[in-house]
């Protein structure tokens, strides 16, 4: 059996009867304007146009990201598809309803945007209504490649622009007769409840074809050129100001005098007809056809002035990717400039990539949870790159690395979680020139630019206060690769803040079988120190030091300079490098 609402799709009810009458009135009262009061629906019947709304809370409102008037005009921008009004001088004859743009795979003109943004918002509670009026040709028919266009993105006057060009003295009529009909959204946010969430307050424009919102209290930036007519599920208002600028109106609709209503048109002014209910479906949506985003296959190609836009749904691009926005340096968008992609979770757990042209450098985002911990990577090709990991995420506590291809490399470290208490590690890199064998002692690593490159100094800066030895106090060691000699300089202790410099210099043993040999027994009393030093197999913290230096045998000679230093800072510690048997002293 046929129910309530299949009845009323295919014929109106008297009530429906009595208001498709007072419209007419309307029209006869104002012959030259061009009011829409009703349009035929997909069954081919009569409708009102306010009758065509049904108020629908969106289902699934977590998966569209629906929580602001914003996420909610950019939901319904990017699920439809646009079509342009098949002659943009004429009002429309047919106004589906939105279940039925549903079927259609989601294409739809400005007037079934704007009737399905509406339907969705009185569904939420807000005060939105539908306007009928006039705009620009890159409005109508959504070119965003337009220079004109800037203005969604608050880079141009286009509303000034269009005021002069239309001329201050045209009557409405002589607008209605010259401009291009467009159908856009209205929303008063003055008393509403959702207020206090939003990033906008007052009253706005909607812009449903494409998400943008305009407040009417930045006039310059309003692109609309007319209003004629604003409806909602309950009622119908003709707009009598002669203004000839959407700037200039009152959007006042309870003044008489400014906006008259369709529902208390005829007969006494205390006789007021309740506006027939919607004969419209509720907006159905599917939790599939929410996860698609863009109807009907999940992906959607946008031309912008200078620009590309390709979205896509999630699981719908083979690399997983939602959205690519690249930049052009031209109109016809052929010179690209920069490319940038956002990905949904993949496996290297990357999220965002930038790739800019000139001057070349690619840059990647991570989720936390990639194998190495990286948070960010940058990278000139050719030249640097730069590498950031989340704190914590790794045991040596490295935080931050950066290097010079075939120069230099910088690493940082949360000391915090660094076993020897290292804050910055320095390597200082020269390219290896000779195929020959090289000695134990020079380190080798892979590099970009060169198959392989020659470490030649490592500086490591420690914070002594977490390092966790006792009464060592060291602050700095310097590996000269290309001597044999290590350089320590430390505190003598906190109290005192004496500097005690350390020399340790290499001694070429007589033969390899002695250069492989490292024993306790060889290492004299006084030398002990020096192998507690190079002793990596005991002590996983100096695995470096030993894959640099084993099987050297060293001597130690020792310099030590105290110096009374109340303040140490870089200039002074520098000072004493330069000048290891000169006194320094600091005022305090």
């Not at 008037?69 to 589906?96: G, W």
């Not at 930038?354 to 936390?368: A, C, D, G, L, T």
């Not at 931050?400 to 940082?412: A, I, N, P, R, Y």
Request: proline share 4%; charged share 25%.
């Amino acid at each position: 059996p046929k129910d309530h609402f299949s009845l009323r799709r295919a014929k109106n009810t008297p009530q429906e009867v009595f208001f498709l009458t007072c419209a007419e009135e309307f029209q006869s009262e104002h012959p030259c304007r061009k009011l829409l009061f009703k349009a035929k629906n997909e069954y081919n019947v009569e409708k009102l146009v306010c009758t065509t709304l049904r108020p629908t809370l969106i289902p699934f409102p977590e998966l569209g990201g629906c929580d602001t008037i914003e996420s909610y005009a950019v939901f319904v921008a990017q699920f439809l598809q646009y079509e342009r009004l098949t002659d943009l001088c004429q009002l429309p004859l047919y106004l589906p309803s939105s279940m039925q743009i549903l079927k259609w795979n989601g294409t739809a003109d400005c007037f079934d945007y704007s009737t399905f943004l509406v339907s969705v918002l009185l569904g939420s509670g807000y005060d939105a209504y539908v306007v009928q009026g006039y705009a620009p040709i890159c409005i109508c028919e959504r070119d965003r490649t337009c220079p004109d266009y800037l203005f969604a993105k608050g880079k141009s006057d286009l509303g000034a622009a269009i005021s002069v060009e239309t001329g201050a003295t045209e009557t409405r009529d002589e607008i209605g007769s010259t401009q291009l009909i467009h159908c856009w959204v209205f929303v008063n946010l003055t008393n509403s409840q959702h207020a206090k969430n939003e990033n906008y307050t007052g009253m706005i424009f909607i812009e449903p074809t494409t998400g943008d919102v305009y407040p009417l209290s930045a006039q310059e930036r309003i692109p609309y050129i007319g209003v004629e007519t604003v409806w909602n599920a309950k009622n119908h208002w003709i707009n009598l100001q002669e203004t000839n600028t959407v700037q200039n109106i009152s959007f006042d609709l309870t003044n008489r005098e400014l906006w008259r209503p369709l529902n208390n048109s005829k007969g006494s002014s205390d006789l007021v007809h309740e506006m027939p209910t919607s004969w419209a479906d509720k907006i159905s949506l599917l939790e599939e056809s929410v996860q698609l985003r863009y109807l009907p296959e999940g992906e959607r190609f946008l031309l912008d002035y200078k620009m590309k836009v390709e979205l896509f749904a999630e699981g719908v691009h083979p690399d997983g990717i939602l959205s690519r926005v690249s930049s052009f340096n031209d109109v016809a968008r052929t010179d690209l400039i920069c490319c940038k992609e956002v990905y949904e979770k993949r496996r290297r757990k990357d999220y965002l990539s930038v790739r800019i042209r000139e001057p070349r450098k690619i840059q990647e985002i991570f989720y936390p949870g990639h194998k190495d911990g990286i948070s960010s990577y940058t990278v000139i090709p050719g030249k640097s790159q730069s590498i950031l990991f989340y704190l914590d995420a790794r045991i040596d506590g490295l935080v931050k690395q950066e290097e010079e291809f075939g120069e230099l490399v910088v690493k940082e470290y949360n000391n915090n979680n660094n076993v020897e208490g290292t804050v910055k590690r320095v390597l200082t890199l020269t390219k290896n020139e000779s195929d020959e064998i090289i000695d134990d002692c020079v380190l080798l690593i892979p590099s970009f630019t060169h198959d392989k490159v020659r470490v030649v100094k490592v500086v490591d800066t420690f914070d002594y206060t977490t390092r966790g030895i006792p009464n060592d106090y060291l602050y700095k060691r310097t590996y000269d690769l290309e001597h044999g000699l290590i350089e320590e300089r430390k505190f003598q202790n906190i109290g005192s803040k004496q500097i005690i410099k350390q020399v340790y210099e290499k001694e070429i043993c007589s033969s390899k079988a002695d250069e492989g040999r490292k024993m306790m027994n060889e290492v004299s009393c006084d030398e002990k120190q020096i192998y507690e030093l190079i002793d990596a197999r005991k002590r996983n913290e100096y695995n470096f030091v030993y894959s640099c230096l084993d099987p050297l045998s060293l001597a130690r000679e020792e310099i030590i300079n105290i110096a009374a230093i109340p303040v140490i800072s870089d200039e002074d510690i520098n000072n004493i490098e330069t000048n290891p048997t000169k006194s320094f002293k600091i005022e305090p």
